[in-house]
């Protein structure tokens, strides 16, 4: 066989020279130790957790290291593409605060080793693919959907691994003309590398699993669709050279198909990328953890978390969870510091599936809420609410100093309150600070009837000064609560509940649902100067 009339044949376009495609993307100028990483979705409209989880991986290592880190687009599978699926992922990565060196952009592409998207590399997979026929381990074939099921049927039967290899491989040997007749017959093909059948084992570092082993492969895989658009497989390899593209980090479902790729660096006699297969992300479900799904678990979107207003720090922080098994104890050792300063390492990687889970992933985000100022947590609430809640975000820009009075309540010192869970929860919390939202939800306290209830506003009324200090006040709240024969001190009321009428505790919960809404709320004092005399009186005279 004329391999080389083949190639020219099947590859007539071909102009470029693989030594001319080295030179066009020639090694990165960066500082020993530099690790150039990527992330490459596919543009299905849906970005998911896996997506930001393996994004923060591979922006940590390069960015750690003065290295690099892209986006590349893996458009390489049409059917499954939607229109603005590009936008959609840059967008959220952007939200979530994963930013790129280089790579694909809504503009474009922003780099010299592009372009990004795979459908626009035709060229440069057809400069290999025409190599590769050069050299005879690459052909043509022809084999049709039902030829392939009917092999895969009778080697289930004969309890064969399935798949085109060897004597399966129907159409290794087809001689020039055949190829050229069912071409010219409009015979749809693709491209197969040549399986060799040797036996031998192959063995690759993963930098989260360690040393991989698996056979070494023996398939006929495809290397060019009917199309001529590549497969994953083909498009991987020669992407990740000429990006050069120091580490690999991907779902642990591409383990399998190690020994395509490591076939085919070898084959090239390319560098192999330093590998590291992340765990798949699981839920518990009841007892036991199962894969997180996309049709069954919302929160596999990360459109989820935008939804919901769980901040990006908490997702990231949460991540950073799964991510090393050492980040909780940093986090305790140094409880101010931004997490981008913690020294993330692949070592710490967990090989068992990350288990995502939402109750502590909120509770992280009140972590992180309550260390924030006041103003980061405006801001952040306030571009959740323009976006999701615009009602909400009126408020806060209509009344903007009470709303930062609001948010410091209880906010710095060694305790801080953790009232805020979400950006979306934070429109319920903070709902009382503001006339147009603000409801009384919680009953008075059980201990006080309607009579007590209009009795003690009415005292309270009655003395309440708003220029009273904290101390003042509550004096005054104590002789009230004697006055009505409740017990200053709980524990008097608890030690003999048939002296008194309750306890301090009713009081001031009356006082708090009258002003806020609700029996659990900040300090009242507090919360009364935020809202100021008028509204405050406002609000207690509604009982009298
Ligand atoms: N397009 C692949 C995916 O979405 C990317 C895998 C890789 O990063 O190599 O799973």
Redesign the pocket.
């Known amino acids: 066989m004329d391999y080389k009339a083949l190639a020219d044949y099947l590859f007539p376009d071909v102009k470029d020279t693989p030594e001319d495609i080295e030179a066009r993307f020639p090694e990165r100028d960066l500082p020993a130790g530099a690790n150039v990483t ?5 543009p299905t409209g849906f970005v998911h957790l896996g997506n930001l989880y ?1 994004a923060i991986i591979g922006e940590r290592i390069a960015h750690q290291s003065q290295g690099v880190f892209y986006l590349r687009i ?1 458009d390489t599978d049409n059917k499954r593409e939607v229109e603005g699926a590009v936008e959609t992922v840059i967008n959220a990565m952007d939200y979530f605060g994963v930013h790129f060196d280089e790579g694909a952009t809504a503009e474009g592409d922003n780099g010299k080793y592009g372009p990004y998207r795979q459908r626009q590399r035709r060229d440069i997979y057809h400069v290999f693919a025409k190599l590769l026929t050069e050299r005879g381990l690459a052909y043509p074939c022809f084999m049709t959907a039902e030829e392939i099921e009917a092999v895969r049927e009778q080697q289930t039967a004969n309890k064969e691994n399935p798949g085109v290899y060897g004597k399966y491989a129907k159409c290794r040997d087809l001689g020039l003309d055949e190829v050229k007749a069912n071409i010219s017959a409009g015979k749809e093909w693709v491209l197969r590398f040549r399986g060799q059948e040797t036996g031998e084992t192959i063995a690759v570092e993963d930098a989260i699993r360690g040393k991989l082993e698996m056979p070494r492969n023996n398939m006929d895989f495809v290397l060019l669709k009917s199309d001529g658009i590549p497969t ?1 497989h083909f498009a ?1 390899v020669i992407d990740d050279h000429f990006m050069r593209s120091t580490h ?4 642990e ?2 383990i399998s198909s190690l020994p395509m790729h490591v076939e085919l660096f070898s084959t090239f006699g390319w560098k192999q990328p330093v590998y590291c297969h992340t765990a798949t992300l699981m839920k518990m479900d009841g007892e036991s953890k199962r894969k997180l799904s996309k049709r069954k678990d919302p929160e596999l979107a990360l459109a989820y978390y935008q939804q919901e207003g769980i901040s990006r720090d908490a997702v990231w922080e949460f991540l950073l969870t799964l991510l090393n098994s050492n980040y909780e104890e940093w986090r305790i050792a140094n409880p101010g510091a931004d997490y981008h300063e913690f020294p993330y390492t692949l070592e710490k990687m967990s090989v068992s599936g990350a288990l995502v889970d939402l109750d502590k992933m909120r509770d992280i985000s009140k972590n992180v809420i309550c260390r924030m100022t006041a103003e980061q947590v405006r801001d952040g609430w306030l571009e959740w609410c323009s976006e999701y809640n615009k009602d909400f975000a009126d408020l806060i820009k209509k009344y903007p100093e009470r709303t930062l009075a609001a948010l410091n309540v209880g906010r710095g010192g060694e305790k801080p309150r953790r009232d805020i869970e979400t950006w979306k929860q934070a429109c319920d919390f903070m709902s009382f600070y503001y006339d147009e939202t603000f409801r009384v939800t919680d009953p008075m306290p059980a201990e006080c009837d309607e009579a007590t209830v209009k009795d003690f506003f009415g005292r309270y009324l009655a003395t309440y000064d708003h220029s009273d200090d904290s101390a003042a006040w509550f004096g005054k709240v104590k002789a009230i609560t004697e006055e009505m024969g409740f017990a200053v001190k709980p524990k008097d009321y608890k030690k003999n509940p048939d002296q008194y009428r309750g306890s301090i505790v009713h009081i001031t919960n009356m006082l708090r649902t009258a002003l806020t809404g609700h029996a659990n709320a900040p300090d009242i004092w507090e919360v009364s100067h935020v809202l100021g005399e008028e509204i405050t009186r406002r609000r207690l005279e509604a009982f009298v």
């Open positions: 990527r992330i490459g979705p596919s393996n893996e994953y991987h690999v980090i991907r779902g479902e591409w």
